[in-house]
């Protein structure tokens, strides 16, 4: 269990400790909490997501120790209009996962979040705050990289740091710099300068690429010292 502030609990037992000055209840585990549903493991497939009309499909697992989900709903905004929250109702195949069908989202950039109640009147959100984010179809790397002249150091997707989707040849594998970063890239029409992007991700991926293999990413764009 994540707590975030907001949270209702109806109970927590375990053993009180001490420790650093501090007196601490120490749960033995969730079923100790009381309280809101967990929603965990929030992901998308297929990856990368196809432009529309293809399947797009989101799933997370939505547990409650205490009780039952009666609703869990999937609320979306398109191309980050605000004005407009569309809700997509989840379904649940089998055990604690949830689904939602975005299939006929056209996008491109889908901006998403759980809500869920529980038949105690508890909800719970994921994430807690803000949302998650994908891009519907391929972007060639010079797209993602090319400059604007409002701001001749960083692209649009980087100033935005939006979501992308890309595909490319491995140029320098994980190891070179770092276990977890490597290049890729892909033919480029204007400028050579913007045929290759840093890929970094979340740990250790040595071992896993080697130059010369075709991969796609998805990934939201920034721009870390003029790269």
């Known amino acids: 269990y994540n707590p975030s502030i907001g949270d209702s609990l109806v109970s927590v037992s375990g053993v009180v400790g001490f420790s650093f000055a501090e007196r601490k209840l120490e749960p033995r585990d969730d079923a100790d909490i009381v309280g809101p549903p967990i929603i965990g493991s929030i992901y998308y497939s297929p990856t990368p997501p196809l432009a529309a009309p293809s399947p797009l499909k989101i799933t997370a697992e939505i547990t ?6 009666t ?3 999937l609320k979306y905004i398109v191309n980050n209009d605000t004005t407009n929250v569309f809700t997509v109702p989840m ?7 949830w689904e939602a069908d975005l299939s006929s989202v056209v996008g491109p950039e889908i901006d998403y979040h759980i809500e869920v109640t529980d038949n105690d ?3 719970a959100r994921g994430p807690s705050q803000g949302r998650f984010d994908l891009y519907r179809g ?5 797209t993602i990289q090319s ?3 409002s701001d001749a150091d960083s692209s649009l997707y980087a100033r935005n740091e939006s979501p992308v989707n890309c595909a490319g040849i491995v140029t320098m594998a994980p190891g070179t710099l770092a276990d977890n970063i490597f290049v890729i890239q892909n033919n480029y029409v204007g400028d050579p300068a913007n045929k290759a992007i840093q890929v970094f991700t979340g740990g250790s ?4 690429v080697d130059v010369g293999d075709s991969v796609a990413v998805s990934g939201d764009v920034d721009e870390y010292y003029n790269m």
Do not use: K
């Open 64 to 69: 409650d120790f205490n009780g039952t989900i």
């Open 91 to 97: 379904t649940n195949p089998s055990g604690d996962t």
């Open 205 to 208: 991926v040595l071992g896993l």
């Open 71 to 73: 609703t869990a709903n």
């Open 121 to 123: 009147g508890f909800a």
């Open 147 to 149: 400059t604007y002249a």
């Open 138 to 142: 391929l972007l060639s790397i010079e």
